[in-house]
């Protein structure tokens, strides 16, 4: 934390890279937060943040990066996955054991398709491609326009939820994937109905088909698009939302993410963490 005229607040490290994103609007969410001290560190530079070296660093890392994926569109080809750097896994499972507090963001739910462990920390999975997870095999996940919908606010009394009274509209895209609903605390709902007939196919997209479901279907969406969970001993949280602009832009986009640097930043959610604490073994 750094003090100013006797008023702690947290230092934040937000990371990029791997997915275009408007990167003015967006930075903008985290300039316009006078309550935090911020840097900001790209793929692959910020990986060298991620150590136990730099345990207390950092109050709160805010991940928008979507890492181990080499898209191969241009070429119509289905996308290379990678796994991540041996360091890089050693400095995750490090921070976290030692209560690194994280936020997740829209699509940081689709890095590191080839290393399961990342979906266990998340709290779920979106993919480009047909996967295996958790024993049972699920079709490429689903994407929509950004469009206009509802979110409700499922516990009120949450820190991560105050201000937002029982839910919020934003415009925003929306994600039908699997979530691990036996791992998380579910905060948030969106409204939207989550059938595959809304959404159009992450591996149509991939292989050049923009905006398509012909071939695709998709077990049905539980519609949580916010939760906080434990990973090892630390808190995390993870918001659906935050696309493009017209999301980045919405006050209760903002509320939430300064709420979640706040909350994953709190003595409070540490204690709550570590009383939930999750093994980090290679799954």
Request: proline share 8%; charged share 15%; glycine share 8%.
């Amino acid at each position: 934390m750094t003090t100013v005229n006797g008023h702690s607040r947290p230092n934040v490290l937000v990371t990029t890279g791997g997915h275009a994103f408007d990167e003015v609007p967006f930075f903008q969410v985290f300039q316009d937060n006078h309550e935090i001290d911020w840097a900001h560190a790209p793929v692959p530079s910020m990986r060298s943040w991620f150590s136990t070296e730099n345990v207390g660093r950092w109050d709160a890392i805010v991940c928008y990066d979507m890492q181990g994926i080499t898209s191969r569109r241009a070429t119509n080809q289905p996308p290379d996955f990678y796994e991540p750097p041996p360091a890089y896994v050693e400095g995750v499972t490090g921070l976290l054991e030692q209560g690194q507090g994280f936020v997740l963001l829209h699509h940081a739910i689709t890095a590191w398709p080839a290393w399961p462990l990342w979906s266990e920390i998340v709290g779920g999975r979106w993919s480009y491609m047909p996967m295996e997870l958790r024993g049972t095999t699920y079709p490429s996940s689903g994407y929509t326009d950004e469009l206009e919908h509802h979110i409700a606010v499922l516990d009120q009394d949450h820190p991560v939820c105050a201000g937002l009274g029982d839910g919020f509209d934003i415009v925003d895209e929306l994600y039908l994937h699997p979530v691990f609903d036996d791992s998380i605390v579910p905060l948030l709902k969106s409204q939207f109905p989550m059938r595959p007939d809304h959404f159009f196919s992450g591996e149509n997209a991939i292989n050049g088909q923009l905006f398509s479901r012909e071939g695709w279907t998709h077990p049905d969406g539980s519609g949580l698009v916010g939760w906080v969970k434990a990973a090892g001993n630390s808190p995390i949280v993870y918001l659906q939302c935050g696309h493009a602009a017209a999301a980045y832009g919405n006050p209760a986009f903002r509320t939430l993410v300064s709420n979640a640097i706040d909350w994953v930043s709190s003595p409070a959610a540490h204690e709550w963490a570590r009383a939930h604490a999750t093994a980090l073994a290679a799954v």
